[in-house]
């Protein structure tokens, strides 16, 4: 291996084999003489490259007949005022359940559109140094039973925090709720039921391909509850009318992901890429445990798979925590700028090899600091 090893939250690292193919391709794509940057949206050539990646993802996540799956842009933070847009037409109230920094900046944004309820927060309970690092129990959380739907982060990026039990609606008093996720960092990282959904999305940049696209997976039902003001290119009802082509979609971003689709089901799927990330984060999350140099505030139920934070315990050590790691080809360890500290993503395309090189330096680095 002599790429470094890409520890950044997103954009973030690609498996080599699908950046090797794309190479191979970049001037030619299977003998059409052309880049896939070059050609038409609605040509037979492209139209190849849509339909494999939809299928392939459906196949991958076994995503039910009656849900359709769209290709769009904006990323996660766009998807934030679309949903409502969408989902909160007929019935403007809107529950959320706050775990993170990416649930806080959904609701606000969601307030421009809806009537909203933070039906639990983390933030309440379970805050260390002002950050999230829990989830709230279920018999906490106070459901509308007549909102338009209730939004959750699966997975937040920033904080570390990771659902692995989904709420049931019926013994909350919601039963006709639909659950909205964000799945941007998760997505395609463990096996999900889709049918307990009506609506999960997600940037594809961290998990997926590069910038640019976006996936909603939604439930028929749901196509028709937008609001008049919603722009036509959003409406997901004209964009599945449409088959993702009612402007011109991310088109290479689309055949990126569908190289990240083809090289899942080559890995052996999702069930494998699960077992390998368990083993991964529990290789991070123990060494990490073992040592008092370094800090994981997370719950450990709830500890993130793919994005693990960490604090050096004296934060005067950062710079040369960071300059050491890029020196021996870790990049990207910074944390977020509002909440500082250590972060390492481990998504898909992250060998445990590389997890590993990050444990060798942590222990190095405390050897030489403590």
């Known amino acids: 291996m002599t790429r470094p090893w890409n520890f950044g939250p997103g954009p973030a690292t690609l498996p080599e084999a699908v950046l090797r193919t794309a190479a191979d391709e970049m001037l030619d794509w299977h003998g059409s003489g052309m880049s896939v940057m070059e050609m038409s949206h609605r040509g037979k050539e492209f139209m190849t490259i849509i339909e494999r990646a939809e299928a392939d993802l459906r196949e991958l996540m076994a995503v039910p007949s009656n849900y359709k799956v769209l290709f769009m842009q904006g990323g996660a933070i766009a998807e934030n005022a679309i949903i409502p847009l969408n989902l909160a037409g007929k019935n403007p109230k809107i529950d959320f359940v706050e775990t993170g920094s990416w649930t806080t900046k959904s609701l606000k944004e969601a307030r421009r559109y809806g009537d909203i309820n933070v039906a639990a927060s983390s933030l309440d309970e379970h805050a260390a140094q002002g950050k999230y690092t829990g989830i709230p129990s279920f018999d906490e959380w106070r459901l509308r039973s007549d909102a338009a739907y209730l939004h959750l982060c699966s997975n937040e990026t920033i904080d ?129 445990d073992a040592s008092s140099f370094y800090v994981n505030h997370v719950e450990r139920n709830v500890r993130s798979r793919m994005n693990v934070p960490f604090f050096l315990a004296d934060e005067a050590l950062n710079d040369a925590f960071l300059a050491g790691a890029k020196a021996r080809g870790l990049l990207q360890l910074k944390g977020h700028k509002s909440v500082g500290g250590m972060r390492a993503s481990i998504y898909n395309a992250m060998p445990i090899e590389g997890v590993q090189a990050l444990v060798d330096y942590l222990r190095e680095f405390e050897r030489t600091r403590a």
């Open 160 to 288: 570390g925090v990771e659902y692995f039990d989904w709420p049931d609606m019926a013994a909350l008093g919601a039963p006709d709720v639909p659950i909205v996720a964000d799945v941007s960092s998760d997505i395609l990282s463990r096996p999900m039921d889709v049918s307990k959904f009506g609506l999960l999305f997600g940037g594809a940049q961290k998990n997926i391909g590069p910038s640019g696209l976006t996936i909603v997976i939604v439930r028929d039902d749901l196509l028709d509850q937008a609001q008049a003001a919603c722009p036509s290119a959003f409406q997901y009802k004209t964009v599945a009318e449409n088959g993702s082509m009612f402007n011109t979609p991310p088109t290479y971003p689309i055949y990126i992901a569908g190289l990240v689709f083809q090289w899942l089901k080559q890995q052996g799927g999702v069930a494998e890429i699960e077992r390998r990330n368990i083993a991964k984060a529990a290789l991070l999350y123990d060494a990490l």
